[in-house]
């Protein structure tokens, strides 16, 4: 399915299972969607932001269950901060987390319009942010559409705006045509990451995803 009908709901089960990734508990669901709450092939992407995330204040953009947010908090971030439309999501990301023992204050959850919310609070800063947003996105609480290849340069610069002094965002993109504009994001230092968070078993498929390190230029 694709588009708006592959996050529909398929049933209404609520029934969850407790898998493992990294010695983390994660939850799944087999059955109420097409998606299960957890997408595989970036196991890698997950690990790396958890090995940077130390003393660091972190923003998962587009958060979906938090997944990444879990493996920050478990590498010590100072704090985390994530962000999606949904409450579904926000819910099962709050469980994901409450699952690994990381609750309180300093791991905020936050329902709003993602490109709204990078307009609203620009004074806020991070040390490591995470975007991994959908390849194209419309919804009754969204301000427009979202097409990931048209709007890139502007979600990227919008999100560039709130790293702190030396921090640095990891931006993951899943649409299989898409090219990264370089010469627009000329004032970002950028790293291709795309083969080191890889997984094996996507060898065969490494249009899977796209992932990039990007740095500001100083």
């Known amino acids: 399915q694709k588009g708006k009908s592959q996050y529909e709901r398929l049933d209404q089960r609520g029934e969850f299972h407790e898998i ?4 983390l508990k994660l939850l799944v669901n ?17 690990r790396l932001l958890g090995e940077r995330a130390a003393g660091k204040r972190f923003l998962n953009l587009f958060c979906y269950t938090g997944a990444a947010t879990v493996h920050a908090a478990a590498g010590k971030a100072r704090s985390t901060t994530s962000v999606d439309m949904s409450r579904t999501y926000l819910d099962w990301a709050r469980r994901n987390l409450a699952l690994n023992g990381f609750t309180g204050r300093q791991h905020e959850l936050v329902q ?5 919310w990078l307009e609203e609070e620009r004074d806020l800063r991070f040390d490591l942010i995470f975007l991994d ?3 194209f996105s419309t919804s009754k609480r969204m301000e427009g ?4 290849q048209r709007d890139h340069v502007q979600l990227i610069e919008a999100t560039g705006h709130l790293l702190a002094p030396g921090g640095e965002l990891v931006f993951s993109c899943n649409f299989r045509r898409f090219k990264l504009d370089t010469e627009a994001l000329g004032s970002f230092e950028i790293e291709d990451l795309t083969k080191p968070t890889l997984p ?3 060898a065969r ?3 899977i995803h796209q992932c990039f390190q990007l740095r500001p230029k100083s």
């Open 200 to 202: 094996a078993d996507f």
């Open 112 to 116: 709003a319009d993602v490109l709204a």
């Open 145 to 148: 559409t979202l097409d990931i």
């Open 30 to 46: 087999f059955t109420d969607y097409l998606d299960t709450g957890l997408f595989l092939d970036h196991r890698l992407t997950r």
């Open 20 to 23: 493992r990734e990294d010695g």
């Open 205 to 207: 498929n490494p249009r």
């Open 133 to 135: 947003p959908p390849t």
